[in-house]
Nanobody, 113 residues
Framework: VQLVESGGGLVQPGGSLRLSCAAS????????MSWYRQAQGKERELVAT????????YYADSVKSRFTISRDNAKNTVYLQMNSLKPEDTAVYYC???????WGQGTKVTVSS
């Protein structure tokens, strides 16, 4: 099982980024997958989840209506589209597979002017 995140970087407030989580060693669509983030000096927090059954989604209140989690089954990849970014979104973002508690290495997002 391997999760590899990409797509992070520096973006201005109000901008957008799309994070990708490429899964290997398993079929992502049959597992509940999440994005977490950890800002410097803070605990890791759940950002968004896509369930394995029906693909229902959950979002933290802080990102609701701005972030969208999605999945491309053909590419075995989970995405996090982030719009209207704010400085408080600055963090390292991690992909997570709930079954077996697998984490990716993280991708850093910095929102700053």
């Amino acid at each position: 099982v391997q999760l590899v995140e990409s797509g992070g970087g520096l973006v201005q407030p109000g901008g957008s980024l799309r994070l990708s989580c490429a899964a290997s060693g398993f079929t992502a669509r049959i597992y509940t997958m999440s994005w977490y983030r950890q800002a410097q000096g803070k605990e890791r927090e759940l950002v968004a989840t896509m369930s394995r059954v029906g693909g229902s989604t959950y979002y933290a209140d802080s990102v609701k209506s701005r972030f969208t989690i999605s999945r491309d089954n053909a590419k075995n990849t989970v995405y996090l589209q982030m719009n209207s970014l704010k400085p408080e979104d600055t963090a390292v973002y991690y992909c997570y597979r709930h079954a077996g508690e697998y984490w990716g290495q993280g991708t850093k997002v910095t929102v700053s002017s």
